[in-house]
């Protein structure tokens, strides 16, 4: 049953698969050279049979040690190919079947074919996960901006910062020298991983700053951005902390004691 | 300092690839060869390349891993591209020779190499409206690669991998996600695309991420069309009119696959430069096109089948090029290095039935043999 569940969510409930399936079932009885209908009808058959087979499913877990990625078994499947040579088939068959009107029938075909994949599936560019770029790293300017606000300088040591949850996919795309107490991984609900100072920067209202310099002291953390969105259970400044810049409404603070806490350790 | 580094890309994006690519479409007939060939050729011998540098680098050399991967990659990246392009003035003079002077020369070694991948010569004005079609759906999807940006949590880890690479000189020692010193990350090391990616961009000088997230694109979207191409010429050889439809037709498929996050045009579209993209829409769609010349004969059928009849000695090529596509998919993801064999298996299995041959399963099992090397690896140093 999971592999059909996995199967669902891989075709999204939209169309392309039906047409997947009945350039399979054109191709079973067009094609006349057994070669390709081995290669385009039953490998792929054969493949997706062993998917729903439970049997492969465990055995891939096994190997991979990850269920979650057990999806990609189908992009051993070559849909697309076995779509576009069903579809100009199919198009020389009508071509053939309607004499002098051919040529027009194939194109009106071909034109209609466009049109199933068109509206069967859904349109790349209109994803969610879409958004204009910014800048050539394609990663958001305000990531940048903050990241060149407390880059160290050619030279000098490395630092460790804590960023908001939203920010922490892409600081490190831009600037390695950034070490972060927390990362991708560790935000992730699905891995549930608790870090003590992502539990505190996560608090959905306030952010106890108390709990966290304690934290990050410990770990010699001299860069803190809080988020744009919540609130604070002190002033920062009042902890010793010094604001060096807000960007996009992200305070960045410098923290002059865990710097005199790091050198003198 | 622009057209330095421009000057640069092209150089190892580009020429290097095209020159490797001339070593192992020399044991292909002609009529196989053409520019898209060796350049998908160039790609299966560069990244296999890498891996073989780039893993005892990681393995053996304890500081500065990078550094190392980086002077020997380099040479040998630059003594097989110079193999590539003397074998091809040697056979092109060799045949030249045979031509001019022997009526025995039949025409197996002629040099089509730099041979143009189509013919616009002779070509309807419906098939030229159907290419510019398909041109335009590729030139609107580079634009938008340039212009979007897709967000994907493994860039995280993926790109920050290349980048901390590039920027640090050590391999895999460091976290990708928080920069912290990690033991040597197995589990990532064998997939040495993002070290592939750190390296272009140390020769180019261009920051790792910029070329990852806007110049890749250029060269993996189309690299993928070449593949598409070669599969839709072969399968429209007796009606060469289709092809350009199949390819509009692919092209479409891929800007409307995104029917969930997980297929593989999703991937081609939105993660590109990530080596599971690379895996699922240049390695397994390179091994369905190697499957296929290797085993449609065309029932003896058609312009495919003569011709293939005709070339039963180039199939040497083939299968040499089937294994470096299994080493390449090492490369990308270790799981379609498993995964590859499953595809061939699959293939080899219907075909051996087809031909009632035994022997077709014994060569697959043959063409593997990069992937069980890669598993054993993986695995021992998993234990």
Sequence with gaps: MESVVIFKNYVGGRYLIVLFALALVYLLFAEKNRHRRAMFVYMPVSLLLGFFFPVTRKAFVRLMGDGDTYYRMLWLVPMGIVIAYGSVKFAGFVCGKCGQAGPWMKRLTLVLLCMAVAFGGTYVYASQYMSKAENPYHIPQKVIDICDVIAPEEGEERIWAVFPTDLVYFVRQYDTDIQLLYGREMVEPKWQYAEPVHTVMNHPATIDIEELLKLTRERNCTYIVLPNNKGVSAKPEDYGLELLDTIEGYPIYYDPVAARLMHAG | ?383
């Design chain 2, 1 to 383: 300092m622009v057209i330095v580094k421009g000057i640069s890309l092209v150089f190892w994006l580009l020429v290097i690839p095209f020159c490797m690519g001339l070593l192992p479409v020399r044991w292909l007939s002609g009529n196989r060869r053409n520019a898209a060939v060796v350049f998908v050729a160039g790609y299966l011998v560069m990244l296999p390349l890498c891996w073989l540098v780039t893993v005892p680098c990681i393995l053996f050399v304890k500081y500065y891993s990078f550094r190392t991967m980086v002077v020997w990659f380099t040479v040998l990246a630059l003594i097989t591209a110079a193999a590539g392009v003397l074998l091809f003035l040697w056979d092109w003079k060799k045949d030249s020779g045979r031509r001019s002077g022997a009526a025995s020369w039949t025409g197996r070694k002629e040099w089509a190499g730099l041979k143009p991948a189509a013919d616009v010569k002779g070509m309807s004005v419906e098939g030229k409206i159907e290419w510019l079609l398909f041109f335009g759906l590729v030139v609107w999807q580079l634009y938008k690669a340039f212009t979007l940006a897709s967000f994907d949590g493994d860039d995280a880890e993926y790109v920050a991998q290349s980048l901390v690479t590039q920027q640090s000189e050590t391999m895999y020692l460091i976290k990708p996600y928080t920069g912290g010193t990690t033991s040597l990350d197995i589990r990532h090391s064998l997939a040495v695309l993002p070290v592939w990616t750190a390296y272009i961009a140390k020769m180019s000088g261009i920051h790792a991420t910029i070329l990852a997230h806007s110049i890749l694109p250029f060269l993996l979207i189309p690299l993928t069309y070449m593949v598409y191409y070669e599969i839709g010429k072969y399968l429209t050889a007796k009606n060469r009119e289709y092809l350009p439809v199949f390819m509009v037709i692919m092209a479409l498929l891929q800007m409307f696959g995104n029917v969930s996050i997980y297929t593989n045009e999703t991937f081609f579209l939105t993660r590109t430069w990530q080596g599971k993209s690379v895996a699922a829409n240049f390695v397994v769609p390179a091994t369905v096109w190697l499957l296929l010349w290797i085993f449609d004969t065309g029932d003896g059928q058609g312009a495919a089948g003569r011709e293939r009849q005709a070339e039963k000695g180039s199939r040497a090529g083939m299968w040499l090029l089937l294994c470096l596509t299994n080493m390449t998919a090492g490369v990308c993801t270790s799981m379609v290095a498993f995964l590859n064999v499953v595809l061939i298996a699959a293939v080899a299995f219907w075909m051996a039935l087809t031909e009632r041959k035994f022997s077709i399963l014994v060569k697959a099992g043959f063409a593997c043999v990069p992937n069980l090397v890669y598993m054993v690896l993986y695995l021992f140093l998993h234990v």
